[in-house]
């Protein structure tokens, strides 16, 4: 039996990998068996990247999204430079207390895609999940260069309260860019009740009158920078309107970030090749259905007429339901207290594969 193992990482407790040598553990002697750790735009993008591609990981010193120094790390595989935005940008950095959205920017984020120029990169593959910052990417054109200015001309800081005041935008000292591709795995705009702010304030802190200043600054921002129909592409307000400034400051595209790694691991051909392919993630939930990684392993093992399995630390009734799956696995079906089923996940997950009949 020829097994394709591709599954994203379990959130908080395992990788991608671990995931799949738990899963291979189980299911014993007696298969061929073949991992391809998956992820999207968020954690886990740079190691899938590089699991798939090569290179290797550089450091460099960044600002966080509040203006801190920090270390942060990025992928370099030949000439392209593999960038998740949380590590520089990310909500992970910033205790609950300290989260500031009205402050908070993307500048870090710009600095590694700077540092990524500086080290010969002529693409940029950058993932935009779990940002703390809710500032149309400002920060991030800030560090490469774009100007901010008022009606006095005078530059402005790049976050949303000091651009209160935005009159002009000037990108006249910013070098030409390479080309960047976003992965993006949402679909909301920049603006209204999907957008931004509306559906990832809260969040990263922000209460009503936050969310009621943000809509207004990212609505004049975008009338500013005349970026209304970037405003429109579903994704456009993913990481806080991050993705409408890349399209807008970096001319960048975007791209599901389950494509930009399906290409990257050759999916379409492993699966091919595949009697039975088993994937998943922490949870597979309606979320998941969007276009989550492991759905997308699922919908393309299915057109192929695999025999296909979840194995996840939780599986929604709406997963379970949708005819994606010939069997289904779920740790939190033992019944166990979530400590455990993160403490043990390990050992949990091989017993589950452990069930899985062909």
Known sequence: MNILIACDKFKGSLSAREVALAIEKGLGEG???ELCPIADGGE???????AALGGEVRTCHVLD????EVEASYGISSSTAIIEMADASGLWRIAEAERDVLRASTYGTGQLIDDGIAQGATKILLGVGGSATNDGGVGMAAALGWLFRDEADDVLEANPVDLADLATVDGSQVSTLPPIEVACDVENPLLGERGATAVYGPQKGAGPAEREYLEAYLEHLMAVCGGEKAAEVPGAGAAGGLAWGLMTFANATLRPGFDIVADAVSLQERVSQADVVITG????????LEGKGPVGVARLAKEMGKHTVAVAGHISDEVKESDLFDQTFALTDTGLPLERLIAEASSLIEVEAGKIRF
Do not use: K, N, P, T
């Not at 999204?65 to 801190?68: E, H, S």
């Open 44 to 50: 886990g993008f740079v190691d899938a990247m590089l």
């Open 281 to 288: 993630e922490g949870s597979l939930d309606a979320q998941s």
């Open 65 to 68: 999204a509040l203006g801190r």
């Open 31 to 33: 298969h061929q068996i």
